[in-house]
Every structure is written in structure tokens, then in C-alpha cells.
């Protein structure tokens, strides 16, 4: 089967221009099977993995749209400030054609400033649900022209909590009668639940399987002593020029960030708690190469695109396959070789077994987990399961002790036992 030009799809010719100087010569499966469906106005509904080039699927139907009256008639949502913010950087190059105006709407940045372009006119809004959701109670955001909605990462905007802003922000929009293009990595009851209330006979795109250009990724589990994970972290950089390292906390990001910091690895941590300005500027270091270490909570695992990570450290497991998958994902994009480690504390036996299991890769392991303590080990640290009711050694020696402690006076009492007691 031949691949379709972006021609053939409908892209205007200026757009396409933009796009070779930008390399993009040829259709990704996910802007193949949909970027047609956009321009033509159909609602479409997409199951797409991290890196499958969905963004430009849904960038090229919102660069083709007419200037509204100053008016929004384009509304993005998107889980992260991140993503917002690299979606507009996709999407401002494709609008020069016909001036489109686009804005950013997240937190962690001026609303006054917001307030301010909106009133000057915007044509498109890129932007989280909070800060969106803000502006349009306050009056300062009109989506009643909207005609086109994008949701991107509809399954991630689930997990964080934000469906019931999200359904606020598209109620106050035409795109009932309009379109909506939903994209997400699992179709599942919420991402059912918006198809049936706001689309009307999506075209539906499943790309999971499809092929797609990837480099050899391999996947190393190093299993060592807990007191060893930074000294085992620190080797595998050494052997990389760009590396991501997720944690599990964000104070764990920022006091790892410093540790390899100290170790000569020049680090920059990325986490909610930092600034929008703190987070934007560790990106641009990072992407630029002025850092070659990026420490991160869950918040990058589907937030950020950044070519050529060599490797992704997972410093803490993480909980679930799927938070494994795209933590992964931000390296071997876009054909590239990658790498992905995971430091495995010895302690952690059936928690890394559970994860492993429910992989669908088989990851190398490197090393051993502590073998289980016998009745005569130490059980420090151990739940104290299946000890009996009566009897034992701690209870016989506390009955030898009482005949002893009554024999003392009322002073000797006052001061021996029930002070070490407490």
C-alpha cells in the first residue's frame, strides 16, 4: 500500500513547505489514518502511544481553521504544563499561513497576562484544565466559539482528576456540533464516556500495533544493596551523555538532583513543586545539553518531548506496567537506539517481581534480590507474623522479672522499672 502525501490528505500546500523544511516529508500512521478525518470536520477518537506523532495529527486540522472575531474558535486541553507548551511549540510554526493566534493557558504563570491576550483576540487555546477552567469562570475566556476541541492524553487527564473540567470546559463549547478529536493511550469507561457525549460517529484509529520507526531498546534491571542505588546510578551515566531519572517523590528528585550534582554529573530536577519558569528552564537546559541529567518525577513520563535520551533510570520503580512503559518511552523515539535501567533495591524482591511480571518485555537482571531471613537470622525490620499468644522467651523472661520487682520499696520502684518503662 502507498503512503499518503501530506497532499493527499488535505494539508495546504504552505503547510506542507513548513513541514519539509522542518524534515517531515512523509505521513506517521496516526496523521495518515486521521489528519483527513480532521479536515473534513469528522470526530475522531485515537488510541496512540507516546512518540507515535499524534500531535502534528491533530496540529494540521487546527492550522487549517478561518480567524475567529478575536474569539477562541480552537481549544487544546492537555494534562501537563509540558505538554501545553510543546504542543504550541508544534502548533505556532503551521499558523503563520493564515495568523493564527495562539495562547498558552497553564499555571505557574501570569493570569494577568492571560487576561490581557485574550482580550486582545486569540484563535487558539493551548491549555491545562485548571488554569482554563479559572479563566472561564472568572469571564475572561469565551469558548462558545469554539468548533474544534482536541483532547490529548484523555487517559492521563483521568488519572490526575481533571474529567469533571474537562466536561465543564467542552460543555462551554460548540464542539457538540462541531468536532472533537479525543487521542489517549487506553480507550477505556472515561474515554466511553466523552466519546458518547460529545462525538456523533467518531472515526476510530487504534495505531498500538501499528509499526513504527523504533531503535533496539534495551531493558537492564540492577538488583543491589539499598545503600547502593546512587553509586550503581552514577555508573550507568558515566557511560551516557543525556539520561532522564525518575523518582518517586519530589523531594527525593530535588535531593538526588543534588547528590549527582556534587558527583560531577550536572543535574537539573522537574517536578509540581517547582515554578512554571524552574520547570521550563531545566527543559531548556536539558534539550539544549547544557545539563545532561534531568531528575523527575511521574510529571516527565508523558509530559515532555526531548530527542536523543540516551537512557531512562528508573531510580524507583514505578507502580504500575504502565507508568514503566512511558517513563521508557522518552527514550529510543523516532528510531534511536535507547537504553532503560532500572536500580533495584535487594528489599524489594516481590514488588520488582510483581512489576516484572506484568511487563511485556522480559528485562535482563543483573544481580540478586536478599534471600529470606531464617528463624535463626535476625528479624529486625520483619512484621512479627505468627508468633503465639502465650508463651515464648519474651514472655517467660517478663514473668521472671515481676517476683524481683516486688520485693523492691516503694522507692526502688518509683525509680527502677517503670521509669525504664517509658
Not at 14 to 25: C, P
Not at 197 to 206: A, E, G
Not at 222 to 241: A, G, M, P
Amino acid at each position: 500500500m502507498t503512503t499518503p502525501t501530506f497532499a493527499d490528505l488535505g494539508v495546504d500546500a504552505s503547510i506542507a513547505r513548513t513541514l519539509r523544511r522542518s524534515g517531515i516529508n512523509t505521513p506517521r500512521p496516526i496523521q495518515a489514518d486521521t489528519v483527513a478525518a480532521g479536515l473534513a470536520g469528522r470526530d475522531v477518537c485515537g488510541r496512540a502511544p507516546t512518540g507515535s506523532g499524534k500531535t502534528l495529527a491533530f496540529a494540521l486540522p487546527l492550522s487549517q481553521m478561518q480567524r475567529g472575531d478575536g474569539h477562541p474558535v480552537g481549544l487544546v486541553l492537555a494534562p501537563t504544563r509540558e505538554l501545553a507548551l510543546q504542543i504550541t511549540e508544534v502548533l505556532r510554526p503551521l499558523t503563520h499561513h493564515n495568523d493564527l493566534r495562539v495562547r498558552t493557558l497553564i499555571g505557574g504563570t501570569s493570569i494577568t497576562k492571560d487576561t490581557s491576550a485574550l482580550g486582545r483576540g486569540i484563535d487558539i487555546v493551548v491549555g491545562c484544565p485548571g488554569r482554563s477552567l479559572d479563566l472561564l469562570q472568572r469571564g475572561d475566556l469565551d469558548l462558545s466559539h469554539v468548533s474544534l476541541a482536541v483532547l490529548d492524553e484523555a487517559d492521563r487527564m483521568a488519572d490526575m482528576g481533571f474529567i469533571p473540567d474537562v466536561t465543564r470546559l467542552l460543555d462551554a463549547t460548540a464542539c457538540r456540533a462541531g468536532q472533537l478529536l479525543l487521542f489517549s493511550a487506553t480507550l477505556d469507561d472515561t474515554t466511553g464516556a466523552l466519546e458518547r457525549r460529545y462525538q456523533r460517529d467518531p472515526v476510530r484509529v487504534d495505531v498500538d500495533h501499528t509499526p513504527v520507526a523504533k531503535g533496539t531498546v534495551t531493558h537492564t534491571w540492577h538488583v543491589v544493596d539499598r545503600q547502593l542505588r546512587r553509586s550503581t546510578t552514577e555508573k550507568v551515566l558515566d557511560r551516557h551523555n543525556s539520561a532522564i531519572v525518575f523518582t518517586r517523590t519530589k523531594r527525593g528528585a530535588d535531593r538526588l538532583a543534588r547528590q549527582l550534582g556534587k558527583a560531577g554529573h550536572s543535574a537539573a530536577a522537574i517536578h509540581g513543586d517547582r515554578s512554571q519558569n524552574q520547570r521550563q528552564r531545566a527543559l531548556a537546559r536539558f534539550a539544549t545539553g547544557e545539563v545532561k541529567v534531568l531528575v523527575a518525577t511521574d510529571i516527565a513520563a508523558r509530559g515532555i518531548h526531548v530527542d536523543d535520551v540516551n537512557v531512562v533510570i528508573h531510580y524507583d520503580l514505578p507502580a504500575t506496567a504502565e507508568d514503566y512503559t512511558h517513563r521508557s518511552g522518552r527514550t529510543g523515539r523516532a528510531g534511536a537506539d535507547g537504553t532503560v535501567v532500572a536500580v533495584v533495591p535487594s528489599d524489594m524482591e516481590d514488588d520488582a517481581g510483581s512489576l516484572r511480571r506484568s511487563l511485556s518485555i522480559s528485562p535482563t537482571v543483573d544481580g540478586s534480590f536478599s534471600p529470606p531471613a531464617t528463624e535463626s537470622g535476625s528479624d529486625q525490620g520483619r512484621p512479627k507474623q505468627g508468633r503465639p499468644k502465650q508463651g515464648g522467651p519474651k514472655q517467660s523472661r517478663s514473668k521472671q522479672s515481676r517476683p524481683k520487682h516486688r520485693h523492691r520499696s516503694k522507692g526502688a520502684r518509683s525509680k527502677g522499672p517503670r521509669k525504664h518503662q517509658r
